[in-house]
């Protein structure tokens, strides 16, 4: 890649860095250039040259062929060549030529060369144009400069990487300067060198003389130019590599449109050409867009033609037709951004006349909604009609389709065409590559080019006549194309960008419903970038999270992207591709586009900035995980306040949770934007995260770390929906309902599965999910019975199937539903109009609008009152009808019939076929039908009528009740009659009056309640009610009980009062409690005395117990009977509950806010005041938004005071209330005023603090601080400002308010005070420095200030102190700082130096000493030296006296934790008890203990040590010395206790291995032995007495025997044996003999034991001893020789 001019040819900030030679050639071409004419390029659009010239310059640019081309260059260059021929001119024009070359880019554009040379700075001067011929122009002066640098600005041209290129660059230069100045009649005059000094001639010289000049240049010329070639060409290189050197980075910049692409109105069969130029650098790449689409030359050939040559982008629309009208977008891009620019194309029809319909064509978006009605009386109404509608379509991945249907409008006007609108799922669809909308007329197409599963979904077509429209709409599936692998999981679909900046693209998906037969293991996803064809997989091993970042991506540039499931089995097709996303950050695109492009001028305009000081960024803010799941994790933080005017990166550090070793984990390549994915994280670890920021300054503090965050799928896959519901539809559809997931995050819908009953296959209904709880499958057989399932979907996973629903055959639901209409008619008493909930059979098809009619009337009285025709009224967005009801992919746009209620109505007929004055209205919720009422009671009786009440149903079947159907009965002798209706219209009640009853007549009641979804099962039959006048005088029961806001230790019990009162008013209500599995005596009552309201808050339950409730009414007559019970219902606070929140805004209003996250689509929001709704109350204010509402006081007063409740309708009794008494609203008031007159929190006063170098720090820290907020700081009463003394900061991001001073002194004793003024919020904060406490801060600092002396040579970090290792020895540690190689360490001990063993090598930067076995003569001064050329610094440890004391008693602390169990050893002299330590120290006290007493120690019990082991000896036990044994040691502080229990089996067994031992210690006391005396050889020649004496013991005495060689041996008169006194043996031989030879064995015993004593008798001759003497010397000399 080539660099941009400025920094080839100026290098930096000055021109001493600019290459002499290259310098030199410049500076005189510019002075030449002062006397020669002025070459001017450019464009119609600055004057500079005719719209002729610049027709001539595209055709010779653009249409000659590449031969002619490059003789014209070469002729050209000749030229140009030879008119330069004096001295180095080549040289000089050739690098002029590079410096301003025409091949990037200013083929268009206007420069004014002038000198440059003699300022330092640029001086930019916008260039006027002139009519001042060449010569004239010569005697003008010049002040504009060619810029030396700039990082920010466009460049014009550059030094080319091969010779190659820059001849062709040369060349192109003079070309173009020489066809610019022959169209423009500019001549130029060579004068020859002598004549140079001389005045400039203002006649020009003719171009024939000049041609005759150019064709005499001599031989000498033409050498001298080829060398002055060869110059320039060593030159441009060695300036090539020199600045190759530089770093680009510094001089990039984004792309910027020279000359943006103009808008053409063209006819029908012409070309048209869009031309740009664009700077930037590095170079950009341009992409060419018609309607944000790009253009692919390919798919039309010969369509478009696309060039970019010497920095002009051309773009050429061949034999142009209508659908060419567009507009075009030319989108330049490089790593530091993208621009556009837009031109229109309108392409106009010849026809001879006017044609009206080019202005009033179907779609335009520019006419008024209202410009058909009657503008000019031309129709009061129109009637839009369909014909040849399309119906519910299928289709496959990759097929196209078209769906259409012919427009009908009466009346018809002529030039006034109706406004056709298509949406899918109630989206508008806008023209692509893949839809295109047509109309022709009287007929509109909606055709797909290449169909794909995001195209599934319902469609609509809109028609519009001013304020009257018809719709209609029809669902479109689209099947997956068949896999390329057998077995392979369909494609994903829906793949789009959730998030983009410079270092990574978040990209989303939706899962396939068909997963190939076995589980898909994950996904991989493919980028591409924008431009080519080349795909790369993004992730190594599949990912199962339906997200994935996706990093590597290069800053400025644009990407899509696709995704394919993978199984066991393979790797499925591809998704459809994304739309095209850039890397860069949404701050920065939306500046790149926000950014406007000034005009051409002629002119490069160049700012040259100062250098600044660089700063070091400080630590970023807001630091936070916006996403986490087990493969990746995604932070997201602010940029830091202060960080300089350069760019900044980021370095994202981690550390395990529980330890402070953090780690970089971006260490080869900076983050620069302030959002960033972490991968190859340990799935299930916890982690914490931080960021340090960084630039050419050093890398600053870090940000505050987050909080843990385990690294695992935040989000659950959904739980399986429940209770599928499948119910007819038409003779090919089944609509199934059912009911959502529970507790379901990022749900993304629904897939719906069929299969035949028996067949065991599934097959998909659907291939896009689709949200709600309802959908219509279609495609069905008829008669055939299907079993259906659904699974829900997110972006963690599919869940599991539902279970199956029960069988269903597919046939019309309108004929089921006359039959059962007409069997329920039969013998029944035919009532008034009871109309269905649909007035439209089963179906997907439908044509709604507001033409027609309006919806069907309820009741006879409304039907009568309905007649009046409505005017229509078209929806204001296609929001009000589509996304209310088609964004739900589930629900048809008719509704299905239900079986009518108990008692059947006459039906009306009803038109197939209705137009809406409005749109179709959105049901979210699953289709079922309510169970039945329960607890039918009689609330009042009179002497014609009875007041019922009941409790609603258990289940509404997903929807709200509508309505209550009640019938009755008469009990004539315990016989029940026939049932009758009770009403005709539903009343919303749970109570209701019947009438025209008879007087002590027994009636029975029965009650349905309805909803959506049709008329539910009848209630159970009620008891036997009598109706007649009550007389009674106590009031009846209270009626409608229900509970809310349920607490695990509370809840709120609402009622109704009693419809019969009584003889008198109700004065008030009972609230009796009990738990629900408690007896009836069991009820306690709540309140001691009547309360009037009609609620109570229920305070006291414990949780998770079950209650019931119930109330009783009162009046002066006294207390009536009770009320049903409300309940039971468990006292907990379930997950997720919320409370309201009062809140106060920055204006004071003062507001209470409630969020509900569990809402359902037909959910609201009610509040209440002491439990009244306050619908029409004119002091508040209510405003709910989505999942939020707020409730505003608009003068809250004494009138307000009241508890505040909000109910979410259709939910589980979800609430929350607020009280606001008089103590509250003072609160309030109070904090209102401060809101209004704000004053500027402080997070922290002004304090004081010393530096490091003994610099003073006044600080306070506010709560927030806006970026227009200033301080004044004053010091006793005035103010001061910064200076040498006085350094001041704000940190308007943290709120920090700073001042530096480098030394207190006496002076600077006093008050000092800081005043913010944050818009109107004001604040200060004062700090009193007098007295001790200012002499205090000055000593403080001083100290400090040497101490930061001290740390510039080698210091102890941390000072000499002690510890005791776990072995019990002594380790002297500090910690060092600031040391080299040089640095030595000396140890002393009272001044006595210490000798180490080996050299310390300081790399962990801690010094030790070790004492093994320390004891009392290790005490003293011990001394610890550093000391280097730097200086020298030492620490004293004092270990005498009391520290002596201290480090003993921790000695002796740790031997005594390293004493072992106490264990049992039993010995021949009794038992001993046994403990070992480490080491023993006389300092370490042992005490024994025996059942609690201290043991007095005699002969017998003895305690003592022996090496490491602690002993207790007991001799001789008895059983009095069993019992527990207790040895406490006792460290000088604390004692530690070792215990052992010698009783039971523990001393049975010591006691009797004592015995053992004793007994043998006896046997082998009194054993017989041999003592000693025997010899183990004897040695005796032949003729000699032996004697031999031996003592043995034994007690008793032992017996004694011989052996000889084994055997018994007898004492004869050769051999005398003797044993006398029991004690001594003699063996005598008188003479011995070889004979007696042997060996001898002397055997002692006795009933102890016995003993052998061995030894040999060996006898010789003396001659043969010789003999063998003689004879071995003989032998070894024959060996030797």
Request: with cysteine; net charge negative; glycine share 6%.
């Amino acid at each position: 890649m080539s660099l941009p001019f400025y920094q080839q040819s100026h290098q930096h900030y000055d021109f001493s860095y600019r290459n002499k030679d290259l310098r030199t050639a410049m500076s005189q071409y510019q002075q030449e250039k002062k006397h020669s004419a002025i070459y001017t390029h450019g464009s119609t659009a600055y004057s500079s040259r005719s719209s002729a010239a610049h027709r001539q310059e595209s055709e010779a640019f653009s249409q000659a062929s590449a031969s002619s081309y490059r003789q014209q260059a070469a002729q050209a260059y000749r030229l140009g060549a030879s008119q330069y021929s004096v001295g180095s001119e080549v040289s000089r024009k050739a690098a002029s030529a590079y410096d301003y070359g025409y091949s990037h880019g200013l083929t268009d554009s206007s420069l004014l060369l002038e000198d440059y040379s003699s300022k330092m700075s640029p001086k930019p001067k916008r260039a006027k144009p002139s009519l001042l011929s060449g010569k004239d122009k010569e005697n003008l002066s010049g002040d504009y400069m060619v810029p030396i640098f700039s990082g920010r600005q466009m460049h014009v041209g550059g030094i080319t990487n091969t010779e190659e290129e820059r001849i062709k660059e040369a060349a192109a230069y003079i070309a173009q300067r020489t066809l610019l100045a022959s169209e423009e009649a500019i001549t130029a005059s060579k004068q020859s060198t002598a004549s140079k000094q001389s005045k400039v001639s203002k006649q020009a010289t003719s171009t024939h003389q000049q041609e005759e000049i150019f064709e005499k240049k001599s031989r000498k010329v033409a050498l001298r130019e080829k060398a002055e070639q060869l110059s320039l060409r060593k030159t441009l290189e060695e300036t090539q590599a020199y600045h190759g050197k530089l770093n680009e980075d510094h001089l990039l910049h984004a792309p910027e449109f020279i000359i943006k692409p103009r808008s053409h109105t063209v006819w029908e069969k012409e070309n048209v050409k869009l031309h740009c130029s664009v700077a930037g650098w590095p170079e950009p790449r341009l992409t060419w867009y018609k309607n944000q689409v790009p253009i692919n030359v390919h798919a039309n050939p010969g369509k478009y033609i696309i060039e970019s040559r010497y920095g002009m982008h051309t773009l050429e629309i061949t034999e142009c037709d209508f659908e060419d009208t567009a507009q075009y977008r030319a989108s330049a891009m490089n790593v530091k951004g993208e621009v556009s620019a837009y031109a229109s194309v309108v392409v106009k029809r010849y026809k001879g006349e006017f044609d009206d319909s080019r202005f009033f064509h179907a779609g335009s978006s520019t006419m008024p909604l209202s410009f058909a009605v009657t503008p000019y009386g031309y129709a009061s109404k129109f009637e839009i009609h369909f014909d040849d509608k399309f119906d519910v379509s299928f289709g496959r991945e990759g097929e196209t389709m078209s769906l259409g249907c012919r427009v009908v409008i009466t009346p018809e006007i002529k030039h006034f065409q109706p406004e056709v609108q298509w949406y899918r799922n109630g989206e508008p669809i806008s023209p692509s590559k893949w839809v295109q909308p047509h109309w022709s007329g009287d007929r509109a197409t909606l055709t797909f080019s290449h169909l794909n599963k995001e195209d599934e979904g319902l469609y609509t077509i809109q028609v519009r006549m001013g304020e009257y429209y018809e719709q209609y709409s029809a669902y479109v599936f689209v099947q997956d194309a068949d896999a390329e692998i057998e077995g392979a999981p369909a494609a994903p679909l829906d793949v789009v960008s959730l998030d983009a900046n410079k270092d990574y693209i978040i990209i989303s998906w939706k899962q396939p419903a068909v997963d190939g037969g076995s589980p898909i293991l994950g996904y991989f996803i493919d980028k591409c970038e924008v431009g080519t064809n080349s795909w790369s997989q993004c992730n190594d091993t599949p990912v199962k999270f339906a997200r994935f970042p996706v990093t590597g991506l290069i800053e400025g540039r644009s990407y899509i992207f696709r995704v394919r499931a993978v199984n066991k089995t393979g790797i499925g097709l591809p998704s459809r591709v994304s739309e095209p996303v850039a890397a860069l950050d949404p701050a920065e695109k939306a500046r790149l586009k926000s950014r406007p492009s000034a005009p051409w001028t002629g002119q490069i305009i160049v700012t040259e900035e100062e250098p600044t000081e660089g700063i070091v960024p400080g630590p970023p803010t807001d630091l936070s995980v916006t996403e986490a799941t087990r493969s990746y994790v995604v932070l997201s933080w602010k940029p830091p306040g202060q960080r300089g005017h350069e760019g900044i990166m980021y370095f994202v550090e981690k550390c395990d949770v529980g330890t402070e070793n953090w780690q970089r984990v971006n260490t080869e390549l900076p983050v620069k934007s302030p959002r960033f994915a972490l991968f190859d994280l340990a799935e299930g670890k916890s982690y914490r995260f931080r960021v340090r920021c960084s630039n050419s300054a050093g890398v600053g503090e870090p940000s505050e770390a987050t909080e843990a965050t385990m690294v695992g799928d935040k989000l659950d896959i959904p739980k399986p929906p429940g209770k599928i519901i499948p119910s007819r539809n038409t003779d090919t559809s089944v609509v199934v309902s059912w009911e959502e997931s529970r507790d379901a995050k990022e749900l993304v819908g629904y897939y719906i599965e069929a299969s035949v009953v028996g067949s065991g296959t599934w097959e998909p209904c659907n291939n896009n999910p689709v949200k709600g709880s309802r959908f219509t499958c279609h495609g069905l057989v008829t008669g055939q019975s299907y079993i259906f399932r659904v699974r829900a979907v997110n972006a963690a996973g599919l869940s599991d199937y539902s279970q199956d629903s029960e069988a269903i055959e597919v046939k019309a639901a309108i004929e089921q539903h006359n039959r059962v209409w007409l069997t329920a008619t039969v013998g029944e008493e035919c009532g008034d109009v009871r109309p269905p909930l649909s007035d439209t059979p089963g179906g997907l098809t439908d044509s709604r609008g507001g033409v027609h009619g309006a919806p069907p009337p309820t009741s006879q009285k409304d039907a009568l009152l309905s007649n009046k025709s409505n005017k229509p009224s078209p929806p204001s967005s296609p929001h009000s009808w589509g996304q209310s009801e088609v964004s739900k992919v589930s629900e048809s746009v008719q509704e299905v019939l239900t079986p009518p209620p108990l008692t059947p109505p006459q039906q009306k007929a009803v038109p197939k076929e209705q137009s809406k004055s409005e749109p179709p209205k959105k049901k979210k919720d699953p289709v079922a039908a309510p169970s039945p009422p329960y607890d039918i009671t009689c609330l009042e009786s009179f002497r014609d009528s009875m007041v019922l009440g009941w409790k609603q149903p258990d289940e509404t079947g997903g929807a709200e009740i509508t309505g209550y159907y009640i019938n009755y009965r008469e009990v004539v002798g315990g016989v029940p009659g026939k049932w009758r209706e009770a009403n005709i219209k539903a009343v919303s009640d749970a109570a209701y009056k019947i009438s025209d009853l008879k007087e002590n007549m027994v009636y029975q009641f029965q009650v349905a309640a309805m909803n959506i979804a049709g008329l539910g099962a009848p209630s159970a039959v009620s008891d036997s009610f009598k109706c007649e006048e009550w007389t009674i005088a106590v009031p009846g029961p209270p009626h409608s009980l229900k509970y809310s806001e349920v607490r695990k230790n509370s809840l709120v019990l609402q009622w109704k009062p009693p419809v019969h009162s009584g003889r008198t008013p109700v004065t008030g209500y009972f609230v009796d409690q009990k738990e629900a599995s408690a007896k009836d005596d069991q009820w306690r009552g709540l309140n001691k005395a009547a309360i009037t309201n009609k609620y109570l808050k229920v305070q006291g339950l414990k949780e998770g117990v079950s209650y019931v409730f119930r109330v009783r009414a009162i009046n002066q007559a006294g207390v009536g009977k009770p009320s049903d019970l409300a309940g039971p219902v468990v006292a907990e606070t379930r997950p997720g509950t919320k409370e309201v929140v009062v809140n106060v805004d920055d204006d004071g209003v003062i507001s209470l806010n409630f969020e509900c996250d569990q809402m359902t689509p037909k959910s609201e929001f009610v509040w209440s005041k002491d439990y009244v709704p306050t619908e029409d109350s004119p002091r508040l204010d209510v405003e709910s938004k989505g999942t939020k509402t707020k409730l505003t006081f608009k003068d809250l007063g004494t009138d307000d005071l009241g508890l505040y409740s909000c109910d979410v309708t259709d939910t589980d009794g979800i609430a929350s209330s607020y009280l606001i008494d008089e103590e509250e609203m003072k609160r309030l008031l109070a904090l209102s005023q401060e809101h209004k007159f704000p004053t500027v929190p402080a997070k922290s006063e002004l304090a004081v603090e010393i530096l490091e170098k003994g610099q003073v720090r006044f600080w306070m820290q506010a709560e927030k601080l806006s970026g227009n907020a200033k301080v004044n700081y004053i010091f006793n009463e005035k103010e001061i400002f910064e200076g040498p003394k006085y350094k001041m900061h704000i940190d308007r991001n943290t709120g920090i308010i700073e001042m530096f001073m480098e030394k207190l002194q006496d002076e600077d004793e006093g008050t000092y005070t800081f005043q913010i003024q944050d818009g109107k919020a004001t604040g200060h904060s004062t700090l009193v420095l007098i007295g001790d406490v200012y002499k205090k801060l000055q000593k403080e600092a001083e100290f400090q200030r040497q101490e930061w002396i001290r740390k510039q040579g080698p210091h102890f970090a941390e000072y000499l102190s002690w510890e005791v290792t776990g072995e019990c020895n002594v380790l002297l540690k500090c910690k060092v700082a600031n040391i080299k190689k040089e640095t030595h360490i000396v140890w002393y001990k009272d001044e006595r130096e210490i000798s180490v063993d080996e050299k310390h090598d300081f790399k962990d930067g801690i010094c030790t000493l070790l004492i093994t076995e320390f004891s009392k003569k290790d005490a003293g001064f011990y001394e610890v030296i550093l000391k280097d050329d730097r200086g020298k610094d030492k620490s004293r440890l004092k270990l005498v006296d009391e520290a002596f004391k201290d480090l003993m008693t921790e000695v002796c602390r740790k031997i005594a934790l390293s004493a072992t169990d106490l264990k049992i050893q039993s010995t021949a002299e009794g038992i001993r008890l046994y403990s070992f330590v480490t080491y023993y120290l006389d300092d370490l006290k042992v005490n024994w203990s025996h059942n609690g007493t201290g043991i007095k120690y005699t002969d017998r019990v003895k305690s003592g040590v022996t090496g490491e082991q602690i002993w207790l000896q007991i001799n001789e036990p008895t059983p009095n010395d069993k019992g527990k044994y207790v040895m406490e040691l006792f460290d000088g502080k604390t004692g530690h206790q070792k215990t052992v229990d010698l009783s039971g089996q523990a001393f049975d067994e010591a006691f009797a291995e004592f015995q053992r031992l004793k007994q043998a210690a006896i046997a082998e006391k009194n054993r017989a032995r041999v003592l000693g005396g025997l010899p183990d050889v004897v040695t005796i020649q032949e003729g000699k007495a032996l004697n031999l004496t031996c003592s043995v013991w034994g007690d008793p005495p032992p017996e004694v025997s011989w052996l000889k060689n084994e055997k018994p041996l007898a004492s004869d008169d050769h051999c005398n044996l003797k044993f006398e006194a029991g004690k001594t043996v003699f063996f005598a031989i008188s003479g011995v003999s070889t004979a007696d030879s042997g060996k001898y064995g002397l055997v002692v015993k006795n009933k102890f034991g016995s003993e052998t004593s061995d030894f040999t008798v060996s006898v010789f001759i003396p001659e043969e001893e010789a003999r063998k003497g003689t004879s071995e010397a003989q032998k070894a000399s024959q060996k030797s020789k």
